[in-house]
């Protein structure tokens, strides 16, 4: 990126037009012009004018005093002994070209201009000293009455340096135009200019006569002094109705010689000579150029240092094309820094701005309305031709901003963030941002070399809502927002509602638009036919950049939906998806909410994903975390330069435990994020359930803080009523726009009424959190510490494998074996088990089988389907060549995977082990409290009433000829999975004929049956 650099024209004024230099170089060729409309032909002079001319000379020779400038003026008699009085008829007589109304007086003013040209030596040095002194009082009566003719004849005498000779006269211009000096100084320098040679003299008589028609044809229109005088005033209201006028205001006083004036015919030929003199002497004249338009009157020094500073709320009130007030044109106003030229492009007209400074380019155009147009700007070694972004409406309606305004937006990334769209008939991206505590908030990119200071936004209104509408920005363009915070320093931040971004390390927001075409409208018909809690759900947890290191969400969707349909999950959950900077967080700490990572690829490749899994039957659940994010510098903390999603406390906005930040629950525009995020996958992605990360940290306002550092709830109670409410307002809004979608809360506590509808109140007065289903942490905690202790032990612990049934039907329960649990220093699954790789495996079988029968929805962590025996790393995921048959061991690990493939069969034709899952008749202890035996034995029902006998043994010793109690009314019990198995990679004992009940009560029933019982195993059992 180059700075810009101002170039000069090679001498040329940019005020002078084409049609100007024209007429300078057709009145050097041309003996005599045609006398305008408005001049008539003034008389021959006669001996009188001549006698006057006399008399003034003297006079005026001996009296150089202010009489110069006011004889300009002044049109009294010829004969006045005043001097004021005698340069008055001179001017008088220079200006009766259009004076035919005034009889004599013309005719002797005439003569006097005429004579002192065409005889005497004396006449001629006074016309000189007079048209000096007439020049200087010209030049100072524009500069009072047309504020257009002065800056042009301040810009004048600099270029009028460099074509002539450093003269007196040029010394005497310069100080008349530049310093307005008094009429005695000026009448000095005139003498001075007196003496100048004869060329000199001519040349100035010109631009007297140039001055004169000027004044004549504005005397001749309203016949007065005063009509002269407010005919000078109309070019600086930028009347452009007469040619002349035109011209005279577009022409600086230095550049009179090229005025459009027809001198008399008496005098044609003089004064053509004299012309041609000047041409001579002259610089080189610049080649003709395009029309330039009238530079617009200065923007407000307030608004330009706004837009400089990046802190004007509303560019499109002063950029862009807007009619002048007073109905004279149209305005525009270009901001591009860095820029060489801007010129506006309307149809088949072309003109250039004039370069204000610091990248503004302005300039009025005679034009009636506003046109479409376009612009072109010249940067160093190319030009751009785009649209002009601020010539655009919003592209926010009412209804958007009145519902981002309530928090109410359900649909916010289609309001906020990039979006590609044809706006107004032009095709372009709107982007959209929230920082109501912004100063300013400019667009940087890759499309501007990522400097925001030329592409500001606009504020809409009191919502913190910032808005511009960009021409030619399509899909792929890396963009972020350059805001101006409350002291006045800026930040780059990344768009909270980016749809896609760039891969980390790098944090840029990329425009996106899907194009994907869904094949899964039969899936997403039929996955509300059934309560989630009342149908099978088994769950296979994934971590999608570490299952398969190295593939891309199409490569992950050739394999992983296959995977797992072969293993009979009916459902995979990932680990999050949405971007987040440090991989090592596993995904929980995100800071892009609404864009799946780019580590795998775009959003439509992750949809394409999606989609396979639909396709081959498998639902798709996403872990979601909105308890907190990270601070990075270009995410979401202070993001507009103050705690924004944040919470404004700093004790309540800092997570003890991650050192992130925890979001503002009782803002509604951070609600309105994080709902419409949730609805978001699951609308945008067809997302069949979200399970919401860390709830508990979200629900109580001491959690992990110490006494001292959290302040009671209005009640003064240690519950965040506020999050409570956006938990309520999420799932409620969840479930009624996308029907069976599925939330799943990561709850650690005994929080009443997790999986209870937001509508129904619980014992402690809070109405239901309103989730489908509540992770069963104290089931894990429990039976895994269980699983931990030897057999010999577990006699001791019998109450941690029993003690969930006391609530199991508290809330709608998942069984989780999570990626929690088997991170660096808790071990893999098989690796907590005791005894010998023998006894490992079969402790892993059984308590697989016992976590299947038990109530609840099963979730398992990748690689505990094999029994892998490393802990789980993201960098290099499950350890795959485990089932490498040419790896000695593979017969174990992938008899552990057959036996999780034999339980998803098993358990997805057993509505008994899911259809009641929630209800407490459907499941019934047969013993619970054999400790000693280490066994457990319970029955399953569905609805029909038909069981399952489920029967674990955790100790390593065979039972032979076990005794259980068993209802009276089956005939007949057939073993229907035994994890002992050899194809398991078991002992194989197993009860493989049919076991009838016996007439014995037993366990408090009025039959029982006897059974081996394998060693450190579980058996299935259903009625034959």
Same mark, same amino acid.
């Given at each position: 990126?180059?700075?810009?650099?101002?170039?000069?024209?090679?001498?040329?004024?940019?005020?002078?037009?084409?049609?100007?230099?024209?007429?300078?170089?057709?009145?050097?060729?041309?003996?005599?012009?045609?006398?305008?409309?408005?001049?008539?032909?003034?008389?021959?002079?006669?001996?009188?004018?001549?006698?006057?001319?006399?008399?003034?000379?003297?006079?005026?020779?001996?009296?150089?005093?202010?009489?110069?400038?006011?004889?300009?003026?002044?049109?009294?008699?010829?004969?006045?002994?005043?001097?004021?009085?005698?340069?008055?008829?001179?001017?008088?007589?220079?200006?009766?070209?259009?004076?035919?109304?005034?009889?004599?007086?013309?005719?002797?003013?005439?003569?006097?201009? !005429?004579?002192?040209?065409?005889?005497?030596?004396?006449?001629?040095?006074?016309?000189?000293?007079?048209?000096?002194?007439?020049?200087?009082?010209?030049?100072?009566?524009?500069?009072?009455?047309?504020?257009?003719?002065?800056?042009?004849?301040?810009?004048?005498?600099?270029?009028?340096?460099?074509?002539?000779?450093?003269?007196?006269?040029?010394?005497?211009?310069?100080?008349?135009?530049?310093?307005?000096?008094?009429?005695?100084?000026?009448?000095?320098?005139?003498?001075?200019?007196?003496?100048?040679?004869?060329?000199?003299?001519?040349?100035?008589?010109?631009?007297?006569?140039?001055?004169?028609? !000027?004044?004549?044809?504005?005397?001749?229109?309203?016949?007065?002094?005063?009509?002269?005088?407010?005919?000078?005033?109309?070019?600086?209201?930028?009347?452009?109705?007469?040619?002349?006028?035109?011209?005279?205001?577009?022409?600086?006083?230095?550049?009179?010689?090229?005025?459009?004036?027809?001198?008399?015919?008496?005098?044609?030929?003089?004064?053509?000579?004299?012309?041609?003199?000047?041409?001579?002497?002259?610089?080189?004249?610049?080649?003709?150029?395009?029309?330039?338009?009238?530079?617009?009157?200065?923007?407000?020094?307030?608004?330009?240092?706004?837009?400089?500073?990046?802190?004007?709320?509303?560019?499109?009130?002063?950029?862009?094309?807007?009619?002048?007030?007073?109905?004279?044109?149209?305005?525009?106003?270009?901001?591009?820094?860095?820029?060489?030229?801007?010129?506006?492009?309307?149809?088949?007209?072309?003109?250039?701005?004039?370069?204000?400074?610091?990248?503004?380019?302005?300039?009025?155009?005679?034009?009636?309305?506003?046109?479409?147009?376009?612009?072109?700007?010249?940067?160093?070694?190319?030009?751009?031709?785009?649209?002009?972004?601020?010539?655009?409406?919003?592209?926010?309606?009412?209804?958007?901003?009145?519902?981002?305004?309530?928090?109410?937006?359900?649909?916010?990334?289609?309001?906020?963030?990039?979006?590609?769209?044809?706006?107004?008939?032009?095709?372009?991206?709107?982007?959209?941002?929230?920082?109501?505590?912004?100063?300013?908030?400019?667009?940087?990119?890759?499309?501007?070399?990522?400097?925001?200071?030329?592409?500001?936004?606009?504020?809409?209104?009191?919502?913190?809502?910032?808005?511009?509408?960009?021409?030619?920005?399509?899909?792929?363009?890396?963009?972020?927002?350059?805001?101006?915070?409350?002291?006045?320093?800026?930040?780059?931040?990344?768009?909270?509602?980016?749809?896609?971004?760039?891969?980390?390390?790098?944090?840029?927001?990329?425009?996106?638009?899907?194009?994907?075409?869904?094949?899964?409208?039969?899936?997403?018909?039929?996955?509300?036919?059934?309560?989630?809690?009342?149908?099978?759900?088994?769950?296979?947890?994934?971590?999608?950049?570490?299952?398969?290191?190295?593939?891309?969400?199409?490569?992950?969707?050739?394999?992983?939906?296959?995977?797992?349909?072969?293993?009979?999950?009916?459902?995979?959950?990932?680990?999050?998806?949405?971007?987040?900077?440090?991989?090592?967080?596993?995904?929980?700490?995100?800071?892009?909410?609404?864009?799946?990572?780019?580590?795998?690829?775009?959003?439509?490749?992750? !949809?394409?994903?999606?989609?396979?899994?639909?396709?081959?039957?498998?639902?798709?659940?996403?872990?979601?975390?909105?308890?907190?994010?990270?601070?990075?510098?270009?995410?979401?903390?202070?993001?507009?330069?103050?705690?924004?999603?944040?919470?404004?406390?700093?004790?309540?906005?800092?997570?003890?435990?991650?050192?992130?930040?925890?979001?503002?629950?009782?803002?509604?525009?951070?609600?309105?994020?994080?709902?419409?995020?949730?609805?978001?996958?699951?609308?945008?992605?067809?997302?069949?359930?979200?399970?919401?990360?860390?709830?508990?940290?979200?629900?109580?306002?001491?959690?992990?803080?110490?006494?001292?550092?959290?302040?009671?709830?209005?009640?003064?109670?240690?519950?965040?009523?506020?999050?409570?409410?956006?938990?309520?307002?999420?799932?409620?809004?969840?479930?009624?726009?996308?029907?069976?979608?599925?939330?799943?809360?990561?709850?650690?506590?005994?929080?009443?009424?997790?999986?209870?509808?937001?509508?129904?109140?619980?014992?402690?007065?809070?109405?239901?959190?309103?989730?489908?289903? !509540?992770?069963?942490?104290?089931?894990?905690?429990?039976?895994?510490?269980?699983?931990?202790?030897?057999?010999?032990?577990?006699?001791?612990?019998?109450?941690?494998?029993?003690?969930?049934?006391?609530?199991?039907?508290?809330?709608?329960?998942?069984?989780?074996?999570?990626?929690?649990?088997?991170?660096?220093?808790?071990?893999?699954?098989?690796?907590?088990?005791?005894?010998?790789?023998?006894?490992?495996?079969?402790?892993?079988?059984?308590?697989?089988?016992?976590?299947?029968?038990?109530?609840?929805?099963?979730?398992?962590?990748?690689?505990?389907?094999?029994?892998?025996?490393?802990?789980?790393?993201?960098?290099?995921?499950?350890?795959?060549?485990?089932?490498?048959?040419?790896?000695?061991?593979?017969?174990?690990?992938?008899?552990?995977?057959?036996?999780?493939?034999?339980?998803?069969?098993?358990?997805?034709?057993?509505?008994?082990?899911?259809?009641?899952?929630?209800?407490?008749?459907?499941?019934?202890?047969?013993?619970?409290?054999?400790?000693?035996?280490?066994?457990?034995?319970?029955?399953?029902?569905?609805?029909?009433?038909?069981?399952?006998?489920?029967?674990?043994?955790?100790?390593?010793?065979?039972?032979?000829?076990?005794?259980?109690?068993?209802?009276?009314?089956?005939?007949?019990?057939?073993?229907?999975?035994?994890?002992?198995?050899?194809?398991?990679?078991?002992?194989?004992?197993?009860?493989?004929?049919?076991?009838?009940?016996?007439?014995?009560?037993?366990?408090?029933?009025?039959?029982?049956?006897?059974?081996?019982?394998?060693?450190?195993?579980?058996?299935?059992?259903?009625?034959?």
């Amino acid at each position: 990126m180059t700075p810009r650099t101002t170039t000069s024209s090679s001498g040329s004024d940019p005020n002078v037009t084409a049609e100007d230099t024209t007429a300078h170089e057709e009145k050097a060729a041309v003996p005599k012009q045609a006398t305008p409309p408005e001049e008539t032909a003034a008389p021959r002079p006669t001996a009188a004018a001549e006698k006057a001319v006399a008399t003034a000379v003297a006079k005026e020779a001996t009296a150089q005093t202010a009489a110069a400038e006011t004889a300009i003026a002044e049109t009294a008699a010829a004969q006045t002994a005043a001097a004021e009085t005698a340069a008055a008829q001179t001017a008088a007589a220079e200006t009766a070209t259009a004076e035919t109304a005034t009889g004599k007086k013309a005719t002797a003013k005439k003569a006097v201009a !005429k004579k002192a040209v065409a005889k005497k030596a004396v006449a001629k040095k006074a016309v000189a000293k007079k048209a000096a002194a007439k020049k200087t009082a010209v030049q100072t009566a524009a500069t009072k009455k047309a504020p257009a003719q002065t800056a042009a004849a301040k810009k004048a005498p600099a270029k009028k340096a460099t074509g002539e000779k450093a003269t007196g006269e040029t010394a005497v211009a310069k100080k008349a135009t530049a310093k307005k000096a008094t009429a005695k100084k000026a009448t000095a320098k005139k003498a001075t200019a007196k003496k100048a040679t004869a060329k000199k003299t001519v040349a100035k008589k010109a631009a007297a006569q140039t001055a004169a028609a !000027k004044t004549a044809a504005a005397k001749e229109t309203t016949g007065s002094k005063k009509a002269t005088s407010a005919k000078k005033t109309a070019p600086a209201k930028k009347t452009t109705a007469a040619k002349k006028t035109t011209v005279a205001k577009k022409t600086p006083a230095a550049k009179a010689p090229a005025a459009k004036t027809t001198a008399p015919k008496a005098t044609a030929p003089k004064t053509t000579a004299a012309k041609k003199t000047v041409v001579k002497k002259a610089a080189p004249q610049p080649p003709v150029a395009p029309a330039v338009p009238a530079v617009s009157p200065a923007l407000d020094p307030v608004d330009r240092d706004r837009l400089l500073t990046g802190t004007h709320h509303d560019p499109h009130s002063v950029l862009g094309a807007h009619p002048a007030p007073d109905g004279g044109g149209v305005i525009f106003r270009v901001f591009r820094p860095y820029a060489l030229s801007v010129t506006v492009v309307a149809d088949d007209r072309r003109a250039e701005l004039h370069d204000d400074g610091d990248g503004f380019f302005s300039g009025l155009l005679p034009l009636t309305e506003v046109p479409e147009y376009r612009l072109s700007v010249a940067y160093e070694g190319t030009v751009l031709d785009t649209e002009d972004p601020y010539r655009f409406l919003p592209t926010l309606g009412d209804l958007d901003l009145h519902l981002i305004g309530e928090g109410r937006h359900e649909q916010l990334w289609r309001a906020l963030g990039a979006e590609p769209m044809t706006h107004q008939g032009v095709t372009g991206t709107r982007f959209t941002v929230w920082a109501p505590n912004a100063r300013g908030v400019s667009l940087a990119g890759g499309f501007n070399y990522w400097d925001g200071t030329g592409f500001p936004m606009r504020s809409l209104g009191g919502t913190g809502v910032w808005e511009i509408f960009v021409p030619g920005i399509g899909e792929g363009e890396l963009y972020k927002f350059e805001i101006t915070r409350p002291d006045g320093s800026k930040t780059l931040r990344a768009d909270p509602l980016a749809r896609r971004t760039q891969a980390p390390p790098d944090t840029s927001s990329i425009v996106h638009a899907s194009h994907y075409e869904w094949g899964d409208a039969a899936w997403l018909a039929r996955r509300g036919e059934i309560p989630v809690h009342e149908a099978p759900l088994s769950v296979y947890e994934v971590h999608l950049p570490s299952w398969r290191p190295g593939l891309t969400y199409r490569q992950l969707a050739d394999q992983l939906p296959a995977y797992v349909k072969d293993l009979g999950f009916t459902h995979v959950e990932l680990m999050p998806v949405a971007e987040h900077p440090f991989g090592g967080s596993w995904g929980y700490q995100v800071t892009g909410f609404y864009a799946p990572t780019a580590r795998l690829g775009t959003p439509d490749d992750f !949809k394409y994903f999606v989609d396979a899994c639909h396709r081959a039957g498998i639902g798709v659940l996403m872990d979601w975390v909105p308890a907190h994010f990270p601070r990075d510098d270009w995410a979401l903390a202070e993001f507009d330069g103050r705690p924004l999603y944040e919470h404004e406390d700093p004790l309540r906005a800092a997570h003890p435990d991650w050192g992130t930040l925890e979001f503002d629950f009782g803002r509604k525009e951070v609600r309105n994020f994080l709902v419409a995020n949730a609805l978001y996958w699951c609308e945008e992605f067809h997302i069949d359930g979200l399970r919401v990360d860390a709830v508990a940290s979200m629900l109580y306002l001491d959690y992990s803080r110490e006494p001292g550092q959290w302040t009671p709830n209005e009640h003064g109670g240690r519950e965040n009523l506020d999050a409570v409410a956006f938990l309520q307002e999420m799932n409620a809004t969840v479930y009624r726009r996308n029907p069976g979608v599925v939330t799943i809360a990561e709850e650690s506590t005994a929080w009443d009424g997790v999986t209870r509808a937001t509508h129904h109140k619980g014992p402690s007065g809070f109405g239901g959190l309103g989730f489908g289903l !509540k992770w069963n942490m104290g089931w894990m905690h429990d039976s895994l510490q269980y699983m931990a202790h030897e057999p010999i032990h577990r006699k001791y612990h019998h109450h941690e494998m029993t003690f969930s049934m006391v609530y199991a039907y508290s809330e709608n329960y998942v069984l989780p074996i999570s990626h929690d649990e088997v991170v660096h220093g808790k071990r893999s699954l098989v690796s907590k088990m005791p005894g010998d790789w023998w006894q490992q495996r079969a402790n892993h079988r059984a308590y697989l089988g016992f976590m299947w029968a038990h109530p609840g929805k099963q979730l398992l962590f990748m690689g505990q389907e094999f029994a892998q025996g490393a802990e789980w790393s993201e960098a290099h995921g499950p350890d795959w060549w485990l089932l490498d048959p040419e790896y000695g061991a593979e017969a174990d690990h992938r008899g552990v995977r057959d036996l999780v493939r034999d339980l998803n069969t098993v358990y997805r034709h057993t509505p008994a082990l899911w259809q009641r899952d929630t209800h407490p008749e459907g499941f019934q202890w047969i013993v619970g409290d054999a400790a000693d035996d280490n066994v457990l034995a319970f029955l399953r029902y569905d609805a029909t009433g038909t069981p399952l006998l489920a029967i674990s043994n955790f100790s390593p010793v065979v039972r032979h000829d076990y005794r259980v109690g068993v209802p009276d009314d089956i005939p007949a019990w057939h073993e229907t999975l035994n994890t002992d198995a050899t194809r398991y990679g078991g002992s194989d004992v197993t009860n493989p004929d049919p076991l009838k009940p016996e007439a014995m009560p037993w366990h408090g029933r009025p039959a029982s049956i006897r059974l081996t019982l394998p060693p450190l195993a579980t058996v299935w059992l259903r009625p034959s």
